[in-house]
């Protein structure tokens, strides 16, 4: 990322988290897949509360994996 610039660095970055939770249930829903940039991300996911990630935030404790994040989350906080 040297030489670039802060947008571009906050680009890769969210394009990069974006590839990762693609095949995730959340990112599934959403189609992170074919998302790319903020305006496609900002336009696409709705405005979440936390009762609105309370089933997802559920699943992941119960031991599901590939709910919010790739794999299984051991740790919560």
């Known amino acids: ?11 890769q970055v969210l394009n990069g988290l ?4 693609r095949n995730t249930r ?3 829903k959403y189609g992170f ?10 336009g696409t996911l ?15 404790k119960e031991g599901r994996p590939d709910v919010l ?3 299984v989350v051991h740790q919560f906080a």
Do not use: C, V
């Open 1 to 11: 990322m040297a030489g670039a610039s802060i947008h571009q660095q906050q680009l």
């Open 18 to 21: 974006l590839n990762t939770a």
């Open 26 to 28: 959340f990112g599934r």
């Open 33 to 42: 897949a074919r998302l790319e940039g903020y305006e496609a991300f900002a």
């Open 46 to 60: 709705p405005l979440q509360a936390y009762k609105d990630l309370l089933p997802y935030i559920n699943a992941a």
């Open 69 to 71: 994040w790739p794999g």
